[in-house]
């Protein structure tokens, strides 16, 4: 890990004055995906601005019935509220199907939306990654990339995003609140706030240089059973090959409306309407064609459509017991 320079400031504005005001300066909260960056030397900030002890660590009601969740909530606390487990179970469900008990209690909200990619070379800095080195190729496309994405790729990336909790989010049609160094707010939904690869994929957010994470609100709930469901190659502590977030309402068998987003598919949450439209019409079969339309394997990975495919399947099935 090389030398950095480190500060604390007392608040949000002083955080984001702080991060813009250095070169290639970075904030950190939990630390679960950063300092192991800066240990692989991936991530070499020169100066790292410690948020913990800002006052961002509250879940509120909303005036319109929704939840107002701090960026420097706990993702355990997240999970444990009674509120969430009772009106949005997708995402309490969503963030226990993340990570380990000791990484939980650790990660942060903010944190957990801007987790990098754990494709392999962008972790391996001996190899070519546009995301890491712009410019320099990506190694996926024609090396190992089973875990790596199947739709909204480009030529020159095909990374996922690893997030659990932001897959969930985007089914709720969560807002990310940030302030700027210039103390200017911004309300960014989810659906625009992670960013395709196309010809930048370094660039992985809609956030500004020194623009800070405040608070994530949730509208008022939802009708519909909720779930999660998530593939991995191990029981625990892994990462999703496909993940399916649902929040469905439904008549006995008959389906209503549907909110389905995908996670390990993309890199961002990938939600279709078409998709949403389709299990109404005309059935689960046809949302998945939709939801994986124009999807392209790239090998090693070419497992992951008709695995979709099946998992949403079993998360409507799941749904429609419950």
Known sequence: MKAFTYERPASVAEAAKAVVAQPNARFIAGGTNLLDLMKLQIETPTHLVDVNRLPLDRIEATQDGGLRIGAMVRNADL?????????????SRALLAGASGQLRNKATTAGNLLQRTRCPYFYDTAMPCNKRRPGSGCAAI??????LAVVGTSEHCIATHPSDMAVAMRALDAT???????????AIPIADFHRLPGDT????TALKPGEIITAVTLPAPVKGRHVYRKVRDRASYAFALVSVAAVIEAEGTTIRSARLAFGGLAHKPWRVAEAEEALVREGVQAA??????GARGYGANDFKI????????????????A
Request: aromatic share 4%; net charge neutral.
């Open 306 to 321: 008709p695995l979709a495919k099946r998992t949403l399947a079993a998360a409507v099935a799941e749904a429609l017991r």
């Open 288 to 293: 998945g064609e939709a939801a994986l339309k």
């Open 79 to 91: 999970a444990a509220d009674d509120r969430v487990r009772r009106d949005y179970a997708v995402l």
């Open 142 to 147: 024609q090396g190992f990339n089973r875990i």
């Open 176 to 186: 990310v609140e940030t302030v700027a160094p210039d103390g200017a707010e911004r």
């Open 201 to 204: 994929p370094q660039i992985e």
